[in-house]
Nanobody, 121 residues
Framework: VQLQASGGGLVQAGGSLRLSCAASERTSSTYAMGWFRQAPGKEREFVARIIWSGGYTYYADSVKGRFTISRDSDKNTIYLQMGTLKPEDTAVYYC???????????????WGQGTLVTVSS
């Protein structure tokens, strides 16, 4: 499974941005897909995840109410709509796919290349 992330960029605080992650295929290994982020000098952290079957979504407390994860089954693509962005949202954002629904990055088998989101104050 290959994941291709896109959509990062520079945005002012309070602005919005949408990330996309296209999967080359959907298998049992893509039962759950998620977004993680890693800021400079910090560990990678969970942002949001979605279950393909049923569309169940889960969010980190830090982004709940501001970010929305969604899927397009026809395109094998997930999205992360980010709103009310804050400077602390600045990070490289990675999409991931795995067999389990988990906030732990170690549970994901496939990773995209990462896309940089920079939020200026």
């Amino acid at each position: 499974v290959q994941l291709q992330a896109s959509g990062g960029g520079l945005v002012q605080a309070g602005g919005s941005l949408r990330l996309s992650c296209a999967a080359s295929e959907r298998t049992s290994s893509t039962y759950a897909m998620g977004w993680f982020r890693q800021a400079p000098g910090k560990e990678r952290e969970f942002v949001a995840r979605i279950i393909w079957s049923g569309g169940y979504t889960y969010y980190a407390d830090s982004v709940k109410g501001r970010f929305t994860i969604s899927r397009d089954s026809d395109k094998n693509t997930i999205y992360l709509q980010m709103g009310t962005l804050k400077p602390e949202d600045t990070a490289v954002y990675y999409c991931a796919a795995g067999r389990l629904s988990s906030p732990r990055s170690s549970q994901y088998d496939y990773w995209g290349q990462g896309t940089l989101v920079t939020v200026s104050s």
